[in-house]
């Protein structure tokens, strides 16, 4: 997929340099190129764009003005005349900023740094779909007809009532049948510790760790003698993930 291009300078020679340049390099696709900062705008609110390679001093409405007036600006490239605007633009978060007259190998170096920042935004967006994609749950029978799923990382804690267990999670409470030890083991591991013969806890949730006990929205919870130091351990050494 190319990357998308913009190119907004009052000076027409300046367009055809960073116009040429881009023909050369595979990947990137101009779309339009304007000599003032208000059409550009307006082509703005109908369309979107990857990168926009910018001049400073434009008519009417300069460059950081146009840069302030983004709400969520792709990437910028300052191209300018001038040298004595680059910590302000750097300020406003763009990626580079080129000096005319613009040598290739400079300009080479920008693409550079746009393609890093683009593929690890990317990665970013991928793993964060991902993530959506496979959140953890099972089901539960909460009567004889009906299963329920329950998302993992909505488990509170899990109580053992005899014969039965009440799972408290952070979207309402069910009460199955089952006994602790195997529901537990259907848990993963690394995410939910035993700390008592009647209780399981997920360990992200616990948010005070006192003596022997452990508190989980403001309820306090007993931790068994036997669990004492396997738990604290475990709590200490947790990490997201």
């Known amino acids: 997929m190319s990357i998308k291009c913009l190119i907004i300078d009052d000076e027409p020679l300046a367009i055809n340099v960073v116009k040429n340049y881009l023909k050369q390099i595979e990947g990137y696709e101009l779309v339009n190129t304007f000599n003032n900062a208000i059409d550009a705008l307006n082509f703005l609110k109908k369309n979107t764009v990857d990168v926009i390679f910018l001049d400073i001093n434009m008519p009417v409405l300069d460059g950081l003005g146009f840069i302030k007036s983004l709400k969520n600006p792709p990437l910028l490239v300052v191209t300018t005349a001038y040298h004595e605007f680059a910590v302000q633009t750097y300020e406003l978060d763009v ?25 690890i ?24 007809k009906k299963m329920k799923k329950i998302f993992l990382d909505e ?3 899990i109580e053992c009532l005899k014969d039965y267990l009440k799972i408290n999670t952070s979207a309402g409470k069910y009460i199955i049948h089952s006994t602790l030890a195997n529901f537990t083991n259907l ?8 700390i008592h013969r009647s209780y399981t806890v997920a360990i992200d949730k616990i948010d005070v760790v006192e003596g022997s006990s452990i508190e989980i929205e403001g309820i306090r919870y007993t931790i068994g003698r036997s669990y004492v130091e396997n738990v604290k351990s475990k709590i200490l050494n947790y990490k997201t993930h």
Do not use: C, G
Request: proline fraction near 5%.
């Open 95 to 119: 990626i580079d900023y080129l000096v005319k007259p613009i040598e290739f190998p400079r300009f080479l170096n920008a693409l550079n740094k746009i393609t890093r920042r683009l593929k």
């Open 121 to 144: 935004d990317n990665k970013s967006n991928n793993d964060l779909q991902n993530s959506k994609k496979v959140r953890r749950h099972l089901f539960i029978k909460i009567d004889k």
């Open 155 to 157: 488990i509170l804690i």
């Open 187 to 194: 848990l993963p591991e690394q995410d939910f510790i035993r």
